[in-house]
């Protein structure tokens, strides 16, 4: 099926010549994903604020416009009216550069997740590698900050936020094998196709271990201690102001977003849904999607770093790996067994490990010695 942006190409090539129809084409796909991720971030800001005034039983921003939605935008105009610091000794170039690595991955994401039918800028038939390749790079642009900085402390920060970030990036990808070997290809779009019940019914701790692997990327609670300001001076971007950490912060929820969607894409059937528009499906949830997130960071205290690490590596990791299996197993027989008996193992299978699991070990308890 031909997607928005080809049918539109197709659509120029008639007038124009075909590079002329290709560059024009793209520089509109660009423009409508910045767009997209630009007034939803914003639309996330304001929604995050008011939610978190209802989970602490008090009104959030309410101020500025009907229900505080302009609050966003006077946050924005006063972070990029403030003045742009940067230390002496910094190295200016990778000061400069690191809250633009950190951004732009976030935008090539959203090249890959279709909105709905044909709602695409590319539909690549490696999408689920393309995506992981891409959401890795803001790793670098961290460890730039830090380095950038000239600051110790910011450095310390942005390398244990890089080895949590490649930590917790093993149990994700495993849990995404487990879709790609159930929907039999790595395309977004053949996935969303591939999912007559979504895969959350059907690989519940694939979904879980996703989950919180997300959380962890995108530095949310219980796994933001990296950023706290009870932690190591805020972290990474510790010396940025202005213009700079105003990307930072776009930078943060622009991959609540992508991970959002991408969730919907792979687990919650994507545009799928009665009644309603395909789209509307998709921004319902995804909205979703952000609200557990924002639910959680409003309910859960902060894990230590000790048991940030033991989490992943003696909880998430394992479970990912005998998932995998069990996913294999089931593809591999899948033609003999009913699909209904297949999605009744995978829930008693995840109920099981939750449980056994967190008799196992032990996330660091009793007092810490110095």
């Not at 039999?184 to 690989?203: C, K, R």
Request: some cysteine; hydrophobic content about 60%; charged content about 10%.
């Amino acid at each position: 099926m031909m997607t928005l942006l080809d049918q539109l190409r197709v659509w120029l090539s008639a007038a124009l010549p075909e590079w002329a129809a290709y560059v024009i084409a793209g520089v509109v796909g660009i423009v409508v994903i910045l767009v997209f991720v630009l007034t939803l971030v914003i639309v996330f800001i304001w929604y995050e604020r008011r939610l978190l005034g209802r989970f602490q039983i008090r009104l959030g921003p309410n101020r500025l416009g009907p229900e505080g939605i302009f609050q966003p935008i006077a946050t924005a105009v006063k972070v990029l009216l403030k003045e742009d610091i940067v230390p002496e000794r910094a190295d200016r170039i990778v000061h400069w550069l690191a809250p633009i690595v950190v951004f732009t991955p976030v935008l090539m994401v959203f090249a890959v997740i279709p909105l709905g039918p044909g709602a695409i800028l590319a539909d690549l038939n490696v999408g689920v590698l393309y995506f992981v390749a891409v959401g890795s790079v803001s790793a670098v642009g961290i460890y730039m900050a830090g380095w950038g900085s000239n600051n110790k402390y910011a450095l310390i920060a942005a390398m244990r936020t890089v080895a949590q970030i490649v930590s917790y990036e093993l149990p994700l990808v495993l849990s995404l094998l487990g879709v790609v070997l159930m929907a039999g290809s790595m395309s977004m779009t053949e996935i969303v196709d591939a999912q007559n019940l979504p895969f959350i019914i059907v690989q519940p701790l694939g979904f879980l271990i996703f989950f919180l692997g997300v959380l962890a990327e995108m530095n949310r609670c219980p796994f933001d201690l990296l950023e706290a300001d009870s932690e190591i001076v805020a972290g990474y971007h510790t010396e940025y102001s202005g213009m700079k950490f105003a990307m930072f912060y776009l930078g943060e929820y622009g991959h609540a977003l992508a991970y959002a969607c991408i969730i919907t894409t792979l687990f919650l059937g994507g545009w799928h849904g009665p009644v309603l528009p395909p789209f509307l499906w998709f921004l319902i949830k995804v909205v979703a999607v952000f609200s557990l997130v924002v639910w959680l960071r409003a309910t859960l205290p902060r894990l230590r770093v000790d048991q940030l690490m033991a989490f992943t590596w003696k909880g998430l990791f394992p479970m990912a790996l005998i998932n995998l299996f069990v996913v294999a197993v089931e593809v591999l027989w899948l033609s003999s067994l009913s699909y209904w008996l297949v999605v009744a193992v995978n829930i008693v299978l995840a109920a099981i490990l939750i449980l056994v699991w967190s008799k196992l070990f032990v996330l660091g308890r009793g007092k810490v010695e110095v």
